[in-house]
């Protein structure tokens, strides 16, 4: 698919959130200080939305459902389903691990563009 223009450049503030649609993907675009991430917007475990997902100090974005949490510059696993206690270490042991998709962004003529490939 290459680049794609997604959103205007200041379209997105600190605290705020856009989910946009680019070749049939879901994508969750965010800023975090200072710089714009694109993640695909649905956790790799059961596919429940990340749009609400909190964004730690640390650089990983956590799932809102049994708190996955995968690196914003990669998307690999710093966590897999530990919640709810007890349930969520099942949940792992039958659901192997898988990285969070992210997508490369940038800024350019005002826009954010996002590469999705
Ligand atoms: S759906 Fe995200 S961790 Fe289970």
Known sequence: MGWTSVLAANALTDDE??????????????KHQGSIYAVDNLC?????????????GEGAIVCPLHKSAFDITS???????????????????????????VFPTRI????????VA
């Open 17 to 30: 959130r856009k989910v946009v649609k680019v070749g049939g993907r879901s994508i969750l675009l965010f």
């Open 44 to 56: 790799p475990h059961l596919k429940f939305p990340m749009k609400k997902g909190k964004v730690t």
């Open 75 to 101: 998307g690999a696993v710093k966590t897999w389903t530990p919640w709810p206690p007890v349930v969520g270490s099942l949940l792992a042991k039958i659901s192997p691990e898988k990285a969070l998709p």
């Open 108 to 115: 350019e003529e005002g826009q954010i563009w996002v590469e």
